[in-house]
């Protein structure tokens, strides 16, 4: 189902919508927890469509590839060993940017068009126009977008919008040999993943949950978890947008270009009322040419 990208909102864009019309049904990815294994077949094939260089991996003493998301790696599969009801349990999530209905990072980006959320859900970073400040990396509750040191551009994962674009899955969800991973409309995905947790808990797992915050509106990364304790996953609970981030977008921002343009009329209103201002020396000399 290849998909159209008309932007739907974009960074420090004051009236946020640019087309008013969704053109087309927003895309989701889908993810079971409890079948991924960790092979990490999602991370070579994320680095390779996306021609990511090299990151050297870390030893944390598990089997996860690096600490944290990498400005040259975007999709990390997080292993987490837990204790539950004295029973012990390897828990895996595959980490990456969630593409949230409502953006942290793209209400907290102040270059113009830098961040843009496409009518498919998709948020991307528009790298031309990236000034690579971070402050969509403080926007953002799943802290995700990276710095690239070597770039001086923000960086995270696209959803592989280039291939979705032309009817492609992502190249993670391709690569995937369980199944583990899914693609299509948030509709059909969300479907999919409420069937698969009224499974787990038919088999005994009563705290089964397909995770979809609607803090931030509901993301376009679905993902099922064997346990309702998503901080187990190190995933957020309640994720959500802070206000001051809201703040500075939806009131500061627009009084500051109302001030400006008052400090605008207000100095033409002064020269038309008062004229130009004349030095002192300028009066002095005008006093005495006037007295001879």
Same mark, same amino acid.
């Given at each position: ?30 993810? *079971? ?27 944390? #003493? ?50 113009? #068009? ?25 926007? &953002? ?38 199944? &583990? ?17 009224? !499974?787990?808990? !038919?088999?005994?797992?009563? *705290? ?28 957020? !609970? ?33 020269? !038309? ?20």
């Amino acid at each position: 189902m290849a998909q159209t990208l008309e932007i739907k909102r974009s960074s420090a864009s004051m009236w946020g919508s640019h087309t008013g019309i969704r053109t087309s049904p927003t895309v989701a990815k889908y993810i *079971d927890t409890t079948t991924c294994i960790g092979c990490k077949a999602c991370e070579a094939a994320c680095q390779e469509w996306n021609d990511l260089r090299r990151v050297p991996h870390q030893q944390i #003493g598990t089997y996860q590839t690096l600490p944290e998301l990498h400005a040259d790696f975007w999709n990390l599969i997080r292993f987490k060993e837990q204790e539950v009801n004295g029973d012990f349990n390897w828990l895996m999530r595959k980490d990456q940017c969630m593409h949230c209905a409502d953006p942290g990072c793209l209400a907290a980006c102040p270059a113009p #068009g830098a961040i843009v959320q496409y009518e498919n859900g998709i948020v991307d970073v528009n790298q031309d126009k990236c000034i690579g400040c971070g402050y969509c990396a403080t926007g &953002c509750p799943f802290d995700v977008p990276k710095f690239h040191a070597k770039g001086g551009k923000m960086a995270k994962c696209t959803l592989c919008v280039d291939r979705v674009e032309v009817g492609l899955e992502p190249a993670c969800i391709k690569a995937c040999p369980t199944g &583990c991973l899914n693609f299509g409309t948030k509709e059909d995905m969300v479907a999919l993943g409420n069937t698969r947790v009224k !499974a787990l808990q !038919a088999n005994g797992f009563k *705290d089964a949950v397909l995770y979809d915050p609607q803090g931030v509106g509901g993301t376009s990364v679905v993902t099922v978890l064997k346990y309702d304790k998503p901080e187990w996953y190190k995933l957020p !609970a309640d994720p959500h947008v802070g206000l001051l981030v809201r703040a500075w977008k939806n009131v500061l921002r627009p009084l500051g270009v109302v001030a400006a343009a008052a400090a605008v009329i207000g100095t033409f209103a002064h020269f !038309a009322t008062y004229g130009p201002k004349v030095p002192p020396e300028d009066r002095d000399d005008a006093s005495s040419g006037s007295g001879r």
